[in-house]
Every structure is written in C-alpha cells, then in structure tokens.
C-alpha cells in the first residue's frame, strides 16, 4: 500500500483542520490536498472493497438526482466539490474504524497543541512586529481586545474545531492523566485567547460533560483545575457581555411594546454578525410561498444560494461580499444555504446521518448544541463542517472500543 490507514486518518483529519485558511482563485486548497488522497483510496477499493455506509450512501445519491433535476441552474464547481468530498468520507470512514485507538488520539491531542502554539504565535506576531494576517496565525482586531485564532478562516472556527477535537479526548480514558491536565490547561487558555462567544459557550458545555458523562478519569486535582479554570473565564466573559447589551435594549422594547417579528428584526441591526447566523434561515421559511415549493423540496440548484441570498440582503454587505462583476455573493452556513440549494429532502438525509452518528455517543444530549454551532457557522463544502463529521465517526469508535474492554 502506498500509505498506511494511520497516515490517511491523520492526512484527511489535518486537511480538513488546517488548510481551510488557503484560496486559491475560488479553489480552497483543503480540497485540493484532499484529492491527492484520491489515488490511494481508489487503490485500497480495488484491494480491498470497503464497507460503504448505506445511509450516507443514499445522502450522495439524492444529491446527485436533485442535482439533475436543476442542473439548467447548478453551480457546476460547487457541485463537484461536494461530490468529491463525499466520496472521501465514502471511501475513507472504513479507514477510521481501522485506525489504532492511540493514533486517533495522538491525531486529536496534536490539533490542540499546535493549534495553541500557532495562537500563541499570533500574538507574538502582533506585538512584536505588528502583524495580524500571518497564514497560519491571525488576530482579530475588530473588538477592543485582539483576538488570535490559529490556522482557521474566523475565531468562531478555530474554537470549535478545538471543542471538538477536545472532546474526543474526553471520550476515550485511554489517555494518561498528566496530559489529559497539560491538554485541558492549553484548550482554556487558547478559548480565553480566541475571545469568541461561541467558543465560551462550547468549553462551557465541554466542562459540564467532562465532569458528568466523559470518560475520562476526574480526580479531585482535575476537578479543581476545571473549576479553577473556568473561573478565570469570568473577566474575559465581560467582552462578550458588552457586546450584549444592544440585544437587551432591544429586548427591552420588545417587552414593553414590541411583537415577536419586532424584535427579531432588531436583533438584526443591534448584532447583524449574530443576526447573520440564524436570520436568513428563519426569514427563509417565514417568507416561503407555495410556488417555490418546488425548490424547498428539491433544491433551486447547487451554489445559487449565494447569489440568492446576496441580493436579498444586499444593503447589509460589506465591500468583501461582492465578487469583481460588482454582483453580491453571499455564503451562508448549512442553515439556510444548503437548504435552498439542495432541497429539504436531502437536508434531512444529511441531517438523519448526523443524528444517528451523535445519539450513540453518552454525551449525546451535550452534543447538540456544539452539532447546532456548526450547522449555523459553516456549510457542506466548509472544512469544519467535514471536521466535524469525521470527529463523531471517530468519538463513536473510541467509545465502542472502549465498552468491548469494560465487558473484558
């Protein structure tokens, strides 16, 4: 074989973890690393035919046959990059399933570490050289505090992406407990460091599901780092609280004299960045009307969801949403973009998938939200959404794993 099932795990796992930062023309570089693996998975099928899952099996059909029915209106590229990516999980989930219990956590433990010495790294970049846009370690300047963020695309991303990669840790006790400790020690730190609200609010579930429902082992010494830990989250939480209070105001008024729609219509002017998350989609299916019914069911089309929703909000972009042609392009996360483009039908498919992988883990319940983060942050075609779904192929193995040795 040209490459062992531990060194594709952990290629198809980093890619999706550190290349999304790179675009090339409309390319994302992710994408194109991910197809060199192409002739190593195809070499593997020949030798070795692996076990294709049924249910995401048929996801990839439905994409394909709505596909056809609106190919007059399909972004062609879009398209091909979401089949690709399909094939990948198709081809290589067998391979996670194979791959050694303390590689995929040597894979995991690695996403932490050197994402917390490429924030650190960020920093050090902005203070002592001024620089805020190095590749692979960006700061944020847009509050009144900088916020490094790694090799990701925003903060929001490179939080998550270590919320997750944490919480495969947490769902495995083969991990010793000295470096499970240094491990949660750098993940806090680096959430206080990114400053996102969601990345606040992620390592507050982590926590609660770390000293409830997680495998690993919790002594006094771990809960006392935990609660020691998560009080020094406190100050830097008043970041995000300023930021809040145009969102009490509105709500305020809405108490007083105010309808529902009011009030949502408010939020969007007092936080359009939060607003931008959600809104779209609730607009969406408010103002849905039987004859585009069609498109809701079946999609309007691969990639149209851009243009779409670019011209609906236009008045609400800034100059970085228009493309060279002066037209508006807006990528919207899963919710509503992959909706509009692909259908509901497919959406539920996918949506079914991404259930079944969650509610066999035991800190299901505790992995809603974070699923529910990542559809309102990041699409079909994003690396954190593959991220994300490679995380919970992998969290269900480790627990499987480790129940056949408990009955041992």
């Known amino acids: 074989m040209l490459l062992s099932t531990n060194k594709i795990v952990q290629i198809v796992i980093f890619i999706s973890v550190f290349s999304g930062v790179f675009v090339v023309g409309k390319l994302p570089i992710w994408i194109a690393l991910t197809a060199l693996l192409l002739p ?3 070499l593997n099928v020949l030798f070795n035919i692996p076990r294709i899952n049924g249910h995401f099996l048929t996801f990839t059909i439905v994409l394909i046959i709505v596909s056809i029915l609106n190919f007059q209106a399909i972004h062609l590229t879009t398209l091909l990059y979401s089949l690709f990516l399909c094939c990948v999980l198709l081809f290589s989930k067998r391979k996670i399933e194979q791959c050694e219990t303390k ?13 917390f010495a490429l924030i650190l790294f960020g920093l050090f970049l902005h203070y002592v050289f001024g620089v805020n846009e190095f590749l692979f370690a960006k700061v944020d300047l847009s509050r009144n505090f900088p916020r490094s963020f790694g090799p990701s695309t925003e903060p929001s991303y490179s939080a998550l ?8 840790i947490c769902s495995s006790n083969s991990i010793q407990a000295l470096h499970f400790r240094f ?25 609660v599901y770390l000293l409830t429902l997680s495998k690993v082992k919790i002594f006094k010494i771990e809960k006392l780092i935990v609660v020691t ?35 949502f219509d408010a939020i969007k002017y007092a936080d359009s960045s939060a607003w931008f998350r959600f809104g779209p989609f609730i607009e969406y299916i408010r103002d849905l009307e039987l004859s ?63 259930w079944k992988l969650m509610k066999t883990n035991k ?20 690396s954190i959404f593959w991220f994300f779904i490679y995380s919970l192929i992998t969290m269900n193995i480790l627990q499987r794993r480790d129940d056949l040795v408990e009955k041992i």
């Open 40 to 42: 190593v998975l195809i």
């Open 103 to 115: 590689y995929l956590i040597r894979i995991y433990r690695n996403v932490v570490v050197v994402y």
């Open 161 to 168: 992406i270590m919320t997750i990669a944490m919480w495969i």
């Open 183 to 207: 491990l949660l020690f750098i993940y806090v730190v680096s959430i206080v460091l990114i400053g996102s609200g969601i990345g606040f609010l992620s390592c507050s579930i982590l926590l």
């Open 229 to 263: 830990l998560s009080l020094a989250i406190i100050p830097f939480l008043s970041f995000e609280i300023e930021r809040l209070k145009p969102l009490v105001d509105v709500l305020g008024d809405f108490l007083i004299k105010g309808s529902v729609w009011d009030l």
């Open 292 to 354: 585009q019914i069609n498109g809701f069911l079946f999609g309007n089309g691969a990639g149209t969801s851009t243009a779409y929703f670019g011209e609906k909000y236009i008045m609400h972009l800034d100059p970085e949403w228009f493309g060279p042609d002066g037209k508006p392009n807006m990528d919207l996360p899963f919710f509503p973009a992959f909706l509009y483009d692909y259908g509901v039908i497919a959406s539920l498919i996918l949506l079914a998938f991404i």
């Open 363 to 382: 800190g299901f319940i505790f992995l809603i939200p974070i699923a529910l983060f990542v559809l309102f942050n990041s699409n079909l075609n994003t």
